[in-house]
């Protein structure tokens, strides 16, 4: 097993739902709850030191039978070590919310915004969780999977300029 | 001795409409409302290569204030559409519209949730330019038609939304 993952099973061992390394990269599904430490824990420990965060996104598992519907995943990268690790945090259809990694790395803000635009999926404690790329007032969160790749209706019914707003 | 000396102290008739619409179509001014692919070929039909500035056309303005044709070369999503409109208001009458390409037309391959299909469903579109994207001769022939159009144009009935 990857460093990473036995370094995590011996501080969060209640936390971790499955390890694995698919094409030679660690991966660690974990339950949401206490996802701020484990994240701050993997950039702090120095045998660790994921310093960069490469990217937050997230999935729409739906029908897969897994722990939960969607996971928001975290790319990390560390350039002490160059070595890479991901972990997938699951997130309830019900609540579908998470604590932010913002107070962690900084750049995670614009990344958490596009998984908030995309997938609804609200990241507690981010300083400023507006949509990213649909307009402020778009209803739906278009890359979840039961969500019509024509949209409802959307894109006939936005917002339209009119003269008088200037 | 110009050519005006043999024309001294005359008169020419002709129709008023002639007259402003000659006037109007030899200076398109454009204003380039480029967001993706098509935009570049836009820009190579305005470069050195081939040269719109041949057919009157190459005083590109990013002001829609001094520009009286709008070329819309690229997507157009629901978020980006409120701008275009904003800007189609802004550019003062008469003016014109070429749509260029398969995306700004009718949306092309993106009947996506996001895209608007067909910026002729908010503003009066003129030429369309088929093609994805369509090469810079395409545009150049655009121009031609527009200003074919401009042509058969009567003056009295060219305000857009009177
Ligand atoms: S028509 Fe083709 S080239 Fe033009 S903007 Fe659309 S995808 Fe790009």
């Not at chain 2, 005083?59 to 999503?77: A, E, K, T, Y």
């Not at chain 2, 088929?130 to 031609?144: F, M, Q, S, T």
Request: hydrophobic fraction near 40%.
């Amino acid at each position: 097993m990857a460093l990473e993952t036995d370094r995590l099973r011996e501080r969060f061992a209640d936390e971790l739902l499955e390890a694995g390394e698919p094409c030679g990269q660690p991966v660690v599904a974990v339950k949401r709850g206490r996802i701020a430490e484990i994240l701050r824990f993997l950039k702090e420990d120095p045998a660790l030191a994921f310093d960069s965060l490469t990217d937050v996104t997230a999935v729409d598992y739906m029908n897969r039978d897994l722990w939960e519907r969607f996971a928001v995943v975290y790319n990390l990268y560390s350039f002490s070590r160059n070595a890479r690790f991901r972990v997938k945090a699951f997130v309830p259809e019900a609540d579908p919310s998470i604590a932010s990694a913002a107070s962690i790395w900084a750049g995670a803000t614009w990344a958490e915004r596009e998984a908030y635009d995309m997938y609804g999926i609200r990241f507690e404690g981010h300083p400023d969780l507006r949509r990213i790329l649909m307009p402020d007032d778009y209803p739906g969160h278009p890359l979840r999977k039961d969500y019509p790749l024509k949209g409802r209706g959307e894109r006939a019914n936005f917002r339209r300029y009119t003269a008088q707003e200037d | 001795m110009g050519l005006e000396s043999s024309f001294e102290n005359n008169v020419i008739t002709t129709l008023l409409d002639k007259v402003v619409n000659w006037a109007r179509k030899g200076s398109l001014w454009p204003m380039p409302f480029g967001t993706a692919c098509c935009a570049i070929e836009m820009m190579a039909a305005l470069g050195p290569r081939w040269d719109m500035s041949r057919f009157g056309s190459e005083v590109i303005r990013f002001s829609p204030r001094q520009s009286d044709l709008m070329i819309v070369s690229g997507r157009i999503s629901i978020k980006m559409m409120p701008v275009l409109l904003k800007i189609w208001e802004q550019m003062p009458e008469p003016k014109w519209c070429i749509s260029m390409g398969a995306c700004a037309s009718c949306g092309g391959i993106f009947d996506t949730y996001t895209l608007v299909q067909g910026v002729d469903q908010f503003i009066p579109v003129d030429v369309y330019i088929p093609g994805c994207p369509p090469r810079p001769e395409n545009v150049i022939d655009a121009v031609l038609k527009l200003q074919e159009k401009i042509g058969r144009e009567r003056v009295r009935e060219k305000v857009h939304g009177a």
